[in-house]
Structure formats: C-alpha cells, structure tokens
C-alpha cells in the first residue's frame, strides 16, 4: 500500500513558478518500483497527464504543452518524494494537480494512461493569476 500526499499548490501569478511536492508514505523499497507521475484536472476537462518519471529518476517524459517549463525529480533515497517545479505559469496551467505512482515491472509503459497507475493523492489546487 501506497499512499501519497501533495503539497505546494496555491496562487501563483502569470509567468510566476510554483514547486509541487508530492509525499509517498512507503518503504524505499517499494516506492523505488514506482514510476510516479503528475496529473492535472482543470474544472469541467478530463485528467490530463503533465509528467512522469521512472523509479530510477533517470527516464522522464512530458506532455507537450509543459516541455520546457516544468520539471520532474524524484528523491528515492531520503524522503520518497517526487516534485514538479512549474515555471512561466499561465491560466492554461490552472486545475488540481495530482501524483500517481505506477508500478514499473518492465511489462508495461503507458505514462498517459490513467488505468496505468495505482495509487493517486488527493490532489492540490494550482491557481494562475494573470
């Protein structure tokens, strides 16, 4: 059992950053088996994926329309936390982020994939001031 935390949401102004952190109340074992990605649901959208990255932090991947701007790293080794530091922040960026951990066992790989993943936070609100 996984469960996991975010943290660091709230107002940012247009072309501001924000840093989201996400918690995993888990072993270092288990949680260095987990690719952990973030998400995002603005209001009356579907959940969209923004970012993933693999168990050994060495293998990331973005959606499009963050590349450049956000940012994904993850510390196995002293906290089990993964972080998204978002950056040139716009109202596009505004909705409920959510970490996600998916277990990377070699058999599957499908970060924008929803059903993929099994343990999911409460989410934290990102809001964009322009």
């Known amino acids: 059992q996984v469960q996991l935390a975010e943290s660091g949401g709230g107002l940012a102004q247009a072309g501001g950053s924000l840093r989201l952190s996400c918690a995993a109340s888990?072993?270092?074992?288990?949680?260095?088996?987990?690719?952990m990605g973030w998400f995002r649901q603005a209001p009356g959208k579907e959940r969209e994926f923004v970012a993933i990255?693999?168990?050994?932090?060495?293998?990331?991947?973005y959606a499009d329309s963050v590349k450049g701007r956000f940012f994904i790293s993850r510390d196995n080794a002293n906290q089990n936390t993964v972080n998204l530091q978002m950056n040139s922040l716009s109202s596009n960026d505004a909705a409920v982020y959510y970490c996600?951990?998916?277990?990377?066992?070699?058999?599957?790989?499908?970060?924008?994939?929803?059903?993929?993943?099994?343990?999911w936070g409460q989410g934290t609100q990102v809001t964009v001031s322009s």
């Open positions: 996600a951990a998916a277990p990377e066992d070699g058999t599957r790989w499908a970060p924008k994939d929803v059903s993929w993943y099994t343990y």
């Open positions: 888990a072993s270092d074992r288990i949680f260095s088996t987990y690719a």
């Open positions: 990255v693999s168990w050994s932090g060495g293998y990331t991947t």
